[in-house]
């Protein structure tokens, strides 16, 4: 049976809310990375879609903690 990899976001690895933390873990990379690359992403796209992307990932993506 294999087993299945989800995402959740890090308890222990956070800055705000986890997610970067979160996504690191998942995908096998620093997260002080994705940090920066969502930094650059967020304020070359015009700031709010970042903003918005973050905020909705705090909600849908579940705390680590709780699984």
């Known amino acids: 049976m294999e087993h299945i990899h989800r995402l959740y976001r890090s ?3 956070r800055m705000f809310a986890g ?3 979160g996504l690191g873990e ?3 990379v ?3 990375a994705l940090r920066f690359l969502f930094v ?3 304020v070359l796209s ?3 879609p970042g ?3 973050y905020i909705v990932g705090i ?3 579940p705390n680590a903690a709780a699984h």
Request: hydrophobic letters at 50%; one cysteine or more; charged letters at 10%.
């Open 40 to 42: 650059v992403v967020t």
């Open 59 to 61: 909600f849908i993506i």
């Open 19 to 21: 997610i970067c933390g």
């Open 26 to 28: 998942y995908w096998h």
């Open 11 to 13: 308890q222990t690895d």
């Open 30 to 32: 620093d997260p002080t």
């Open 46 to 48: 015009g700031f709010f």
């Open 51 to 53: 903003v918005i992307a």
